[in-house]
Every structure is written in structure tokens, then in C-alpha cells.
């Protein structure tokens, strides 16, 4: 199949939107990273996704939606603290799961009676929805268990040949996937997967707001997980990721020592000045690093890196949802310096 590369002029948003509805997969900007979109309700289509990624069938997809009022039409209760969730951060970076009804066919919600709502803040996405009349399935559109895309050739990278076309929107604003929450009652919800939507940002609105114990560890087998996807190894490039916490001097001395052919480091902009070793940089803030860790990892394999050692995030505030993607890449091997 030959992947149609779309800008985003009106006439290709349109083609694209036609290809959706008649069942084809579409690589799509978003805010938070590129999605791999098909009709929500359609199970071949939805299916296709599965193949395409390589995912495994128990790993649920999210629904996008262009209103949160929408969100009557795919599910059998919403509670009232949704909707006041909804009103602060949708349209933005938060999935909020409930139960879904009939009109989610079992494969796009990996067999859960759950389904992940997310109203998505992208131009190009939301006009994608509004034309197309559907609900648009997209997880992120890399092959499974590789960094997510966040900018067109990324996902031209992984799914060329694989799929219908990929729209250009430009690199994703965040960088990171969205916040997932559950909810537990009108008091609680419960954060599965942080994101740019931050624990502090959902403590405005409810009460309580746990980080699920998976965020900052490993899932061990057989254990019982609240969000399949946090079984899966994710988002490591081919290169081995090793994550170092601690101070620059640190740091530098441990690279130092563990130095060799196609040996990198990722550290922040203000290290750059002292670092003696080969390196790239991601940032200088959280959100500068949420922004470019993905592409980053991306860039290293690219450069032939066979080992890199990151310079590990504080896990405050958006620092969480970088920390618990780079420990993921790292394959849990994080290491205290
Ligand atoms: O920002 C995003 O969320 C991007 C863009 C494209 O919207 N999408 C995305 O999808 O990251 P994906 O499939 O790569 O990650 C969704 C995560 C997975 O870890 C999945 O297990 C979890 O959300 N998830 C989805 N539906 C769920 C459900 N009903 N219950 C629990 N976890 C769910
Ligand atoms: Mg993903």
C-alpha cells in the first residue's frame, strides 16, 4: 500500500476525513502526539490499527471525540465530577475512562467494558472528527513498543506502506501522550498515566487524586493493572536507554567511566557547557523535555547511538510523565548516582 502523505489544506483534511469513514487508517496530529485514527465503531477498521502497530488485541484504544457531549453517545454513565473535569481541560491533554455502551465494539476497547474518552485541542484532529461524523479510535501512531511520534516523518518512518495516509499538523505541541484518569467516585479520580495535565492541575477540581503505583514501577506478572498498557514495554528505541538520577558532576563521572564507541548522553541545555562526551540535549524546563524526549530518542538511533544515559527528570508536576516514560524506555534500569 502507498501512504499518502496530506498537508493540511481543507481539500486533503477532507480526503482524509473520506478515507476514515470508509474504513481506512489514518496517521493524524494531535496535540499531545500523532494518533493512529479509524471509526471507533468500525471493527475491521479498528482492527486494522491493531495490525499495523503490531499491538497486542488487549490493549484498549482511546476514543476521541470533538465535544465531551458527545461522550452520552459511547457510554452508559457519566459522573458528575467528568463533566466538571471535562470543563477545565477538554478540549487538551486528558482521558477520562468510563463505562462504555454497545456503541464501542469489544475490540476497540481491548474486551474492558471501559473506553477512554479524550476530546482533543488540534485543529487538523478536530476538523478530522467534525467532517469524518465519527468517533476516531487513535493510539499514537508509532510501532508498538517504539517512542511515540510527534512530528509527520516519524510516523511516515514507522507506518509507511502500512497505512491509508498521514496527515502533516506540524510537531505535537506536548510531546507526551495525554493524562488518563479513573474514576473512583465524585470525590476521586485516579491518574493511570500521567501526562501534561498534571496531578497539582486535577486537585483544583476534585479532591482526591491518586497516582496509580504502576506510574513509578514495574508491573510484575500476573500482577492485576488498572490500564493494560502499563504491562508493555514502551517507547524504547533501538538504542539501550540507561536513566541516571543525579547531580551533573555525578553524572558526568559515571558516563565517564562506563565511555565508548556510539556511547551518548541526554542530558538538559545547562549541562551542555561542562559535558565532555558526545550528547544531545532536551530541554531546560519540564516542558521543554515533555516536548522533546520522544523525538530525541528518535534522533539518537538515527545517529547510531548504541547506548544512552539520561540525565533523569524530577518527578514533580509535568517532570512525572517524562520520568515515567523514560523508565519505561529504560527498560526499569534506573540507576542512583
Ligand atoms: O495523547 C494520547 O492519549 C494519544 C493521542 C493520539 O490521543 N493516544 C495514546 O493512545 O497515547 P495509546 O493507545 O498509545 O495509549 C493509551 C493508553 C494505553 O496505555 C491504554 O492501555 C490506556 O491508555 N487505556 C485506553 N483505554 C483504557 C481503558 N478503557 N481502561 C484503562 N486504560 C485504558
Ligand atoms: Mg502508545
Do not use: W
Not at 508498538?144 to 507506518?159: K, L
Not at 488498572?226 to 508493555?232: L, T
Not at 538511533?301 to 516514560?325: I, Q, W
Amino acid at each position: 500500500m502507498e501512504t499518502i502523505l496530506f498537508n493540511d489544506s481543507p481539500e486533503d483534511l477532507y480526503k482524509a476525513a473520506e478515507l476514515i469513514k470508509n474504513g481506512e487508517i489514518v496517521g493524524i496530529p494531535t496535540e499531545t502526539v500523532y494518533g493512529l485514527g479509524a471509526d471507533a465503531s468500525n471493527e475491521d477498521a479498528v482492527r486494522k490499527i491493531f495490525t499495523a502497530k503490531g499491538r497486542p488485541a488487549d490493549n484498549p484504544l482511546i476514543v476521541h471525540l470533538a465535544d465531551f457531549n458527545d461522550a452520552v453517545k459511547y457510554t452508559s454513565h457519566i459522573p458528575e465530577i467528568a463533566y466538571k473535569l471535562a470543563d477545565e481541560f477538554c478540549p487538551g491533554p486528558l482521558t477520562i475512562i468510563l463505562p462504555k455502551n454497545d456503541k464501542i465494539p469489544s475490540v476497540t476497547s481491548g474486551g474492558l467494558d471501559t473506553v477512554g474518552i479524550r476530546v482533543p485541542a488540534h485543529p487538523v484532529m478536530r476538523r478530522i472528527i467534525e467532517i469524518s461524523g465519527c468517533p476516531i479510535a487513535a493510539p499514537s501512531a508509532n510501532t508498538s513498543g517504539y517512542p511515540s511520534p510527534t512530528t509527520a516523518s516519524h510516523v511516515m518512518y514507522d507506518m509507511s506502506g502500512k497505512i491509508s495516509a498521514v496527515v502533516d499538523g506540524g510537531q505535537s505541541e506536548f510531546g507526551l501522550e495525554s493524562t488518563v484518569i479513573s474514576i473512583e467516585n465524585e470525590d476521586t479520580v485516579r491518574i493511570l498515566r500521567p501526562g501534561c495535565v498534571t496531578s497539582e492541575h486535577l486537585s483544583r477540581i476534585c479532591r482526591n487524586v491518586i497516582i496509580d503505583k504502576a506510574i513509578l514501577k514495574e508491573v510484575e506478572a500476573g500482577e492485576t493493572v488498572s490500564s493494560p498498557g502499563m504491562k508493555y514495554k514502551h517507547y524504547s528505541p533501538q538504542a539501550d536507554i540507561v536513566l541516571l538520577e543525579g547531580a551533573i558532576e555525578a553524572f558526568t563521572e559515571y558516563v565517564g567511566r562506563n565511555y565508548g564507541d556510539d556511547v551518548y548522553g541526554l542530558i538538559f541545555d545547562t549541562d551542555a557547557e561542562s559535558f565532555p562526551y558526545r550528547y544531545l540535549t532536551y530541554g531546560s524546563n519540564d516542558s521543554q523535555l515533555a516536548h522533546n524526549i520522544f523525538s530525541k530518542l528518535r534522533e539518537l538511533d538515527e545517529m547510531g547511538a548504541k547506548k544512552v544515559f539520561v540525565r533523569a527528570p524530577s518527578k514533580e508536576g509535568v517532570g512525572l510523565a517524562v520520568y515515567n516514560r523514560l523508565i519505561r524506555a529504560a527498560g526499569f534500569e534506573v540507576i542512583r548516582i
